[in-house]
């Protein structure tokens, strides 16, 4: 029976009691819902389940209107670095940690993505949230993008077994990296995760990796074949709306 039913039912009980006990005598009208709520435990149950339906699409509407109102943020920030095309008709935003287990797991996936779809633009947001070694990693691979050198030291550091100094400093050195201006530039660049991190509050996001494609907003790990379903929904919805 649906939770409506029951409820209605408990309602059309209640409503035979004298007006009197259910005004005078608020113990055994509570009485009352506890016997039936114990004969029919299901009901509360189901309400759960309506609550958290109804939590669930409040916060994606909530998102849905944070992704809409920092657009500019999220796609047109030149300090992000970008890889795939950059003039892609899709974009993937992914707020990340090189010390996230879950974004070295990921990192193939989105690989795969963009060799295979030529059309697809991703913004990269770093998010250091595990650490010191997380945050020098993240100042290290913003520092190697002002020598236009990020997607190679960035791809190093998703492979890397560690991110502390001696191993970050030994790939920026093979990478040719002019090593004075990298570790200037390593202590410059700390509004920019600040930016990143203020952001990611206001999205309401509180671990890594998440992406946000179209006005969707993807908690967690994805693989290649949920990241292309996000990516086919953002181009047939633009199609819909061209009609």
Known sequence: MKIKHKLCLLACAMALLPLTALANDRAATEQIVRDYLLEHPEVIREALGVLQQREAAAAED??????????????ADPSSPVLGNPDGDVTIVEFFDYRCGYCKRVEPAIESVLQRDGKVKLVLKELPILGPESLLAAKS?????????????????????????ATIDALATGLGLDMDKF???????????????????????????????????????????????????VRASRQTLSK
Request: a negative charge.
């Open 183 to 233: 570790r200037v530039d390593r202590e410059a660049v700390m509004p920019i995760l600040e930016k990143n991190h203020s952001l990611a509050n206001t999205l309401g996001i509180n671990g890594t990796p998440a992406f946000v494609i179209g006005d969707r907003l993807l908690p967690g790990a994805a693989d290649a074949a949920a990241l292309g379903e996000l990516i086919a929904a």
């Open 62 to 75: 909530t998102a849905r209107r944070a992704l809409a109102a920092h657009q500019d943020e999220l796609l």
């Open 141 to 165: 691979a913003l520092a190697a993008h002002k020598q236009g050198r990020y997607a190679e030291l960035h791809a190093a550091l998703m492979k890397a077994p560690a991110t502390d100094l």
